[in-house]
């Protein structure tokens, strides 16, 4: 209860703030001013949202942006020379010399005309050829081309052609090698499993994807290994435009996919809407084979999955200082997994089979309202924003083992409801031209309840509700010096789980923590700059991982959550440097974590079932990792850029696992500690051929690792494609081939508790064929949105 006193205190304070912001006596100003008014040169017609900047000796000064009639006024001006520049997205900078004397303080610039830029404006929202990589103070963006849109139909399939980040075959994403990273949709999080929610995404949608590797204070800490945060196309143009897509994949078996991106604006109002669907068969084949009693399992997968994702907004523009956004984001999944297991031994008497049927449907709905002010001066704002999401998923699932089994056919039923309710205040003041101050708050409130039913003997029926309130504030202030900047922060937060298993407490934590961080950069010179930064974060387990209730169940092995696990936290270091030249930019970077409780599989023998195996989570003792990577876009000539990346990690992991007592016969848990290591290259070629025709190469390479349970083999792979452009730029054609010698396999071994290995093999050799086209030329700004991410960590292991 103190903690939220203080919170309330918080946010009591960034209003008291705002409040005497506006009624402090005004102070001495400098006497010159600059104004001017800005329209389109072709239809004279004012142009409101225009950047006006100000700049003394190639440093920005000051600025402003433009009224509903296109005017500005700077005031507050010393008498000086001065750089104006005007800028506005689809237009061509214009450049303006300003002397203010004291014979001329108040300088009008009159009328100023924008020229379109013809290159901008083949479409509504631009999609370049090949994509390009940013390295901000906190964060690398990737901003998506059709070189990336054309890898796949889905989030999914363009998410392993991006540097340090990988998607295994059951579809899970690492970030630097560790699958403990956030995924956020439009900067908020989402209720849904992240695999299932990539492979909901079209990526003709994505306009951007984020990598926040060592997050600050004024995000939530969850994510070892940092935040993803998925960018989704939002129109803020003039009149009407529209993108749609449509595209198909050809492998064992077809699937289709196709979006449509649209906005209207008129006036002070924007409405903006997405609409994308995928529909078709994924086929999944694999086997595991196990030396001690001469055993395999053969697997042949089947999902028949049909979703659909809407995203409907609109932006009202008040005024100059205040604008106010809403929007919803639905998914729609329906889905059947056929799963066909055969057990094959040395004795084919003792063979038997289970043909089992995974029935799913499942919604998810986020609802998000903000509001932001912009004050007087530039760089002073204030955000509220709520958002609200629901997700139920329901699941069907009917098994039918044959042969030579005990096992009789079952068939169970579970529901999950989740709910997520957050409040954020974020509060941003420019003390002076070095300093800036923030403060924000958030308040999270999630509810989850798990009920599951079987007629089955080998599970009980259950009920488990997982619940969180999380309350937070932070404050991180910075200075920025001619060549040095840094940034210090800190984050407070009350945390509170409650798990119920029938009725039962099955877990409880309550506690106090603090999340600090530190920002520091050097730029040795213009192109050339480092930066150094530390940060605390913390990994919570989520429902999916203390779920005592089956993610799935095949005859020889069930997958369990574990109610007792406890939270992983990380200290984060990172150092990155980064280079810019004529023909690109290099980005290098090296980190080192120390890992308490890591959170990690495992696999031990069923007691209930003697040779069968469970697999779940646990803690792990304090571990520390380490790694590099280094990325580059490079133009060789007018017709062939590179953009080649390698990434290496090492993980010093120490836990428990199950070994055989020869002597006993019985299992006993030791203790053991490997090193496992992973290396990841891969090497993006675009060609240009013509202005209208340009190809791809895209290699890719991933190391095995040997880890606690398993150890992983190479994977590996070549995809070829081509683009063409017509209709003046507004339509293109793309075909890409993937894993073209069908080298793409998940290969594994292990010795304990059984000495076993495996390959699961999917459809990675494809061929996918797009077609783009866009209408509608009108521009505008839409409301800019602060990032933010999840606060559990995310789902299960995954095996179908």
């Known amino acids: 209860m103190n903690f939220k ?31 001017g008014k800005v329209v389109d040169k072709k239809t004279s017609e004012p142009l409101s949202y225009v950047n006006i900047v100000i700049k003394e000796d190639n440093k920005v000064i000051t600025g402003d942006i433009t009224s509903d009639k296109g005017t500005f006024l700077i005031k507050n001006l010393t008498l000086k020379n001065y750089t104006v520049e005007i ?55 990737i901003n998506v081309g059709k070189d990336l849109t054309t890898a796949g139909a889905t989030a999914s399939d363009i998410m392993g052609n991006i540097p340090s980040v990988n998607v295994d075959q059951d579809g899970k994403i690492s970030l630097r090698g560790n699958e403990n990273v956030r995924i956020l949709v439009d900067g ?29 204070a004024k995000y939530n800490p969850e994510g070892m290994s940092g935040i993803i945060n998925i960018v989704l196309h939002k129109n803020a143009n003039d009149g009407f435009n529209a993108s749609i897509n449509s595209g198909a994949t050809f492998a064992k078996t077809p699937k289709f996919n196709s979006s449509i991106d649209m906005n209207y604006r008129s006036g002070k109002v924007n409405f903006f809407g997405t609409y994308g669907n995928n529909f078709g068969d994924q086929l999944n084949e694999g086997f595991v084979s196990r030396e001690d009693d001469n055993s395999s399992q053969l697997f042949d997968m089947k999902n028949t999955n049909k979703t659909h994702l809407f995203k409907i907004g609109m932006d009202y523009y008040i005024n100059d200082h205040n604008t106010i956004s809403a929007y919803t984001n639905q998914n729609y999944f329906s889905g059947d997994g056929f799963v066909n297991t055969t057990n094959e031994f040395a004795n084919s008497s003792n063979n038997f089979a289970s043909n089992d049927k995974y029935m799913n449907d499942n919604t998810n709905g986020a609802y998000n309202l903000a509001y932001k002010h912009l004050f007087k001066k530039e760089g002073h704002t204030l955000d509220f924003e709520t958002n609200y999401s629901e997700f139920e998923d329901t699941q069907d699932a009917f098994f039918n083992p044959s042969g030579n089994t005990t096992l009789d056919p079952y068939q169970d039923n579970s529901i999950t409801n989740r709910s997520n309710t957050t409040l954020n205040l974020d509060y941003v003041n420019p003390l002076n031209e070095k300093s800036t101050l923030e403060l924000g708050a958030e308040s999270r409130i999630v509810r989850t309840d798990n009920d599951y039913k079987t007629n089955g003997t080998n599970t009980t029926d259950a009920n488990y509700t997982y619940d969180l309130d999380i309350y937070s504030a932070y404050v991180t202030f910075g200075q920025k010096f001619k060549k040095f900047s840094y940034q210090l922060g800190s984050r407070f937060e009350s945390y509170k789980v409650n798990a119920i298993l029938n009725g039962a407490s099955a877990y409880k934590d309550d506690y106090i923590t603090l999340y ?75 980190f080192y974590r120390i890992i308490n409780n890591e959170i990690n599989r495992v696999l031990y023998p069923n007691p209930d079932s003697p040779g069968n195996q469970i697999m779940s989570f646990d803690n792990f003792d304090n571990n520390t990792a380490f790694g590099f990577e280094i990325s580059t876009n490079y ?92 209709l003046k730029n507004k339509a293109t054609l793309s075909i890409r081939a993937n894993d073209i010698f069908d080298t793409m396999k998940f290969g594994f071994e292990g010795e304990h508790p059984y000495p076993q ?17 866009r209408f509608g030329a009108g521009k505008n700004k839409a409301l800019q949105r602060k990032q933010r991410e999840d606060n559990t960590k995310q789902g299960g292991g995954g095996m179908f």
Do not use: H
């Open 5 to 35: 006193l203080i919170l309330l205190c918080l946010f009591g304070t960034v209003f008291s703030m705002q409040a005497q912001n506006s009624v402090k006596p005004a102070l001495l100003e400098n006497p010159g001013s600059i104004s």
């Open 757 to 773: 290995n495996g390959q699961f093999k999917w459809e990675s050799q494809s061929i996918f064929v797009s077609l783009n086209y």
């Open 87 to 141: 800028q506005f997205m689809g237009y061509k900078t214009i450049t303006k010399t300003v002397s203010l004397t004291t014979d001329n303080k108040n300088v009008n610039l009159n009328t100023i005309f924008l020229e379109e830029d013809a290159i901008q404006l083949d479409g509504v929202e631009i999609v370049s050829e090949r994509s390009t990589v940013e390295q901000k103070i906190d964060r690398k963006v």
């Open 516 to 590: 600090p961080s530190a920002y520091f950069t050097y730029a040795l010179s213009e192109k050339n700059n480092f930066q150094l930064s530390y940060s605390r974060r913390v990994d919570r387990p989520s429902l999916e991982q203390t779920s005592p209730i089956r993610e799935f169940s095949t005859p020889r092995l069930i997958s369990i959550g574990n109610p007792q696990l406890d939270p992983q936290f990380t200290n984060s270091m990172e150092l990155n440097f980064t280079r810019t030249f004529e023909k690109g930019s290099l980005t290098t970077g090296v």
């Open 635 to 726: 133009k060789i000539n007018s017709w062939w850029d590179i953009q080649p990346a390698i990434d290496f990690s090492s993980i010093k992991q120490q836990g428990l696992i199950s070994v055989l007592n020869t002597d006993t016969n019985e299992f006993d848990l030791v203790n053991k500690k490997v090193t496992a290591n992973a290396f990841n290259g891969r090497i993006n070629n675009n060609f240009k051929a013509t202005k209208k025709l340009s190809f791809l190469l895209f290699g890719f390479f991933r190391g095995g690792v040997d880890g606690l349970q398993f150890a992983s083999k190479d994977m590996y792979k070549i995809d070829a494609g081509a683009r063409y452009s017509f």
């Open 188 to 216: 908020r999080p989402t209720n849904m499993d992240a695999a299932q929610l990539l492979k909901q995404i079209p990526s003709t949608s994505i306009k951007k994807i984020e990598l926040i590797t060592n997050p600050s």
